[in-house]
């Protein structure tokens, strides 16, 4: 995080973030933000295609940052684990927390910026996906892990946006748990085929 | 699936997915769609805002069948098997496996389709997070388990596309089974602090 308080990036990504906060996401432009950041548009150019990837740069980040780190984690680990491995180590590229907070709420009040992040979710889980099937874990697998992965990603983001003294690493290990938790009450065969199956499909009748 | 069959939406939609499959997507009209379907572009308009939709339809109608399939669920039953109990009933409206084929295969060549796929797809998980937390399960609960019941659903529709024979039920329970499985996986707070997070860190350092 040292890293983003002072280099370029960082201070066009502060700047971006103060004016879609004080003055709303359309109506900001790159000369604004340039100005606010003491640079030129330039050099915002040499960063970010245009103002819409500062939301979003940090998601390319995170993408090529998670891929190493899955192929970091020792052969042989199952893939849920492996993902897990990589999530914790997210501090290492995460934005600040302020940062985050006006991102996630820019984000919400535009609908073609939640499009976008869906968009880049996808992309994410695609990425991993790829990832853990080169380590040699079958496509299906990999996918489902994946989705939980992204399950647990999206419970601790929310969690330490919501609690200023959440540590990381605690709140991914507990949000892991959770969804172990949930995992865990999966009804088998004979509960699906069973009587909450036959009492829903009755009701569901137009 | 009878009423697909014979209906005028099941016609259009048939004569639309002959139409994207023969010439394309993009140089597939509505006229084009009424024509096959023997009926007039005044009909396609009563059932489709547009082209896309006959698409998407399905999609909206899922997620009223499956919210209403929630509901439906005996009380007290916990929140992934609640899913899993409203996801049993889809067959009552899934279209026929030749539709979702081809509707498969034009929206993967489609970026913007693309899109559209995963924004009904959000809307859908909040759909099902929302009745969950009607049935008085705790908001955090009900996503992580609406990210758990939509992964099977994934997989289970990827698998009866892939298997002519499979039956949708015996592939549901398979794919929960699976998804518990990769799921009971999960390493505890000991081993994501331990030596595959030390050795994923240092792999993934710049």
């Keep these: 995080m040292a890293r983003w308080e002072g280099d370029t990036q960082g201070r066009l990504e502060r700047a971006a973030l103060e004016l879609f ?14 100005q606010r950041a003491g640079l030129t548009e330039r050099s915002f150019y040499r960063w970010f295609a245009d103002k819409r990837e ?7 980040d995170l993408e090529s940052h998670l891929v190493r780190a899955v192929a970091a984690v020792p052969p042989g680990t199952a893939a849920l684990p492996t993902l897990l491995a990589a999530l914790a180590t997210v501090p290492q590229v995460v934005r600040p927390r302020e940062f985050l907070l006006v991102r ?11 499009e976008r992040e869906l968009i880049k979710l996808a992309a994410l889980a695609e990425a991993l ?7 040699g874990i079958d496509a299906q697998t990999a996918r489902l892990a994946t989705d939980l992965a992204l399950a647990v990603l999206r419970l601790t983001g929310q969690r330490c946006l ?9 709140t991914l290990a507990r949000s892991a748990a959770d969804l172990a938790a949930v995992a865990a009450s999966t009804a088998g065969p004979a509960s699906i085929a069973g009587s909450a199956v036959a009492a ?5 009748r137009p």
């Design 200 to 204: 829903s499909a009755e009701a569901a």
């Design 162 to 170: 919501a609690d200023e003294s959440a540590d990381f690493h605690a």
């Design 129 to 135: 996906t790829t990832a853990l099937v080169d380590r």
């Design 54 to 60: 500062v939301l979003f740069g940090g998601r390319t």
């Design 21 to 34: 906060q004080e003055q709303g996401y359309d109506r900001t432009t790159v000369a604004q933000i340039a």
């Design 104 to 114: 996630t709420a820019v984000i919400a009040a535009n609908p073609p910026l939640r």
